[in-house]
């Protein structure tokens, strides 16, 4: 006897169909799994043997073929222990094989029958959708699955509940659509903007990084405020929409992070240790997981003390800071994680910290100054649209009482407008290139002298070029104005205060 049985893989952010087919026939009893099954899959026997037994059904004493087709599809993990086992019930009789035609399922199975959670649930629920089938899940995912869910996915703690459900004797309900909330509405408090004494550059700077979703880098000595400014920008970045927020939750349910309806919306933020690795950073692994830099897609990835993560490290960042995806390839497969992220760094001048310090006098040499920025290298620093100094702030703007910055709120309203904006251009300003970048910065005689001019002076590459224009173009929109202003090119031109001239650092005054 035949019974088939739909299921899903987990190929990055990706569930491809997964098709099991199960043949009972005479022989000796045997089980075997052909169609590239990894170890965990091969396993599954073991477990489902136990778990039909326990919860009170006939393991069937026959020769049982099981076929996972595509069979040039590495298949991994014990997701298949639940399509497996109705595939032996249905193939020996035991549930109607009819029942199956119209669902597809994923879960493992515990020894006793009980379904335990899974990665990689929502790109499953999309997918099934998309093939117009119901999706069978464990209970344990159907907070996470309820995101997606549009009354197409049904869940389940135990193998008898599936069973009883395939069988028409108690029916499970289709989960609802979890309560959204809005995309400017997140839900979860952040940091406050207005908690920053003075600083007022910077916080400019981190209020233009965000409207036109540009790179930032901080440097400055320690204690000045580099690491608080960086945090206060999940708060002052829009919400995300539907789509974003579902690519988001997608990348997160594949690296096994639960994923909440609460404040679901909010832009992720990252800040690895400066000790991760390259793989920590863009992912990989025997099976490829999403790394800090697909954790941090649609938000923020900060990285403290640039300059002490390894140089091969930062390296790795070029590409897909270009790209906005990282594509993962082994012997047997390749995975592309999406990588679309805004990365803020904070560094110190020197390796004391104290260069530029008006009170505290620094150790080093030229040469060790020298040696600590050369780790970041040219082509990285090109990719930071802004370099803002943060400077020692007096005692008297520190402890001045009942004075506050403007709210992450009130920024947050100027924000909203700019990126309004760049939406009816139709990208962000960070991601304007061609002929979009010619038709958004549009320059007359006069601004065009100017940036030749600054190009030359400062040793500026094409690439660097291109992020100030986009800077001022995002100044242009933050004031509300069509067509870019000498003044938006020169505060651009102010924010560049890192670039290299000559193969040496040099600190540009605003």
Not at 292 to 305: K, N, P, Q, T, Y
Not at 385 to 394: A, S, W
């Amino acid at each position: 006897m035949l019974a088939i049985v739909h299921s899903r893989a987990s190929i990055g952010v990706s569930a491809p169909a997964v098709t099991i087919e199960v043949h009972l026939s005479g022989g000796l009893p045997a089980l075997s799994i052909v169609g590239l099954p990894e170890t965990g899959v091969r396993e599954s026997k073991d477990r489902v043997r136990s778990a039909l037994l326990n919860a009170g059904f006939e393991f069937p004493a026959r020769r049982i073929t099981i076929n996972m087709a595509p069979a040039d599809l590495p298949k991994e993990g014990g997701r298949f222990d639940l399509p497996i086992a109705l595939g032996i019930l249905a193939a020996s009789g035991q549930i109607p094989a009819e029942s199956l035609t119209d669902i597809e399922c994923i879960g493992e199975l515990s020894l006793d029958g009980a379904l335990r959670s899974l990665k990689g649930v929502l790109p499953a629920v999309l997918a099934a959708r998309e093939a117009g089938r119901l999706l069978l899940l464990p209970q344990e995912n159907a907070a996470e699955a309820a995101l997606a869910s549009n009354n197409d996915v049904l869940a389940a703690s135990h193998l008898l509940t599936v069973c009883e459900h395939l069988s028409g004797r108690a029916k499970l309900v289709p989960l609802a659509r979890a309560e959204d909330q809005g995309p400017t509405e997140t839900g979860v408090p952040m940091p406050d903007l207005a908690e920053v004494r003075g600083q007022q550059v910077p916080r400019r700077a981190l209020e233009v990084a965000a409207a036109g979703g540009h790179n930032l880098l901080f440097f400055g000595p320690p204690g000045t405020g580099k690491s608080m400014l960086a945090s206060r920008l999940p708060g002052i970045l829009p919400g995300l929409d539907d789509s974003a927020a579902m690519e988001v939750a997608s990348v997160h349910s594949v690296a096994g992070r639960p994923v909440q309806a609460g404040g679901w919306r909010q832009p992720p933020f990252r800040a690895p240790h400066h000790t991760a690795s390259a793989v920590a950073l863009v992912g990989g692994g025997s099976s490829p997981r999403p790394g800090e830099i697909s954790l941090a897609h649609r938000g923020v990835l900060f990285l403290d003390e640039l300059p002490e993560f390894e140089r091969r490290v930062l390296e790795v960042l070029r590409e897909p800071m270009e790209s906005g995806e990282i594509v993962i390839s082994r012997a047997a497969r390749q995975v592309t994680f999406p990588a679309r992220f805004q990365v803020v760094a904070a560094m110190n001048p020197c390796p004391c910290g104290y260069s530029g310090h008006p009170n505290i006098e620094c150790q080093c040499t030229a040469t060790q100054v020298m040696r600590y920025r050369s780790k970041i290298s040219g082509p990285l620093l090109d990719r930071f649209d802004l370099h803002v100094e943060v400077p020692v702030q007096t005692g008297d703007v520190l402890l001045a009482s009942g004075e506050q910055g403007e709210s992450s709120a009130s920024v947050s309203e100027r924000v909203l407008r700019a990126r309004a904006a760049q939406n009816r251009r139709g990208a962000l300003n960070a991601a304007l290139a061609g002929k979009e970048l010619d038709r958004a910065c549009a320059l007359d005689a006069d601004s065009q002298r100017l940036l030749s001019s600054a190009m030359e002076r400062l040793g500026l590459s094409a690439r660097a070029l291109h992020r100030i224009l986009r800077v001022a173009r995002t100044l242009a929109d933050l004031d509300d104005q069509p067509v870019l202003q000498r003044s938006h090119l020169m505060e651009a031109l102010g924010y560049r205060q890192l670039d290299r001239q000559h193969g040496q650092s040099s600190v540009v005054s605003a």
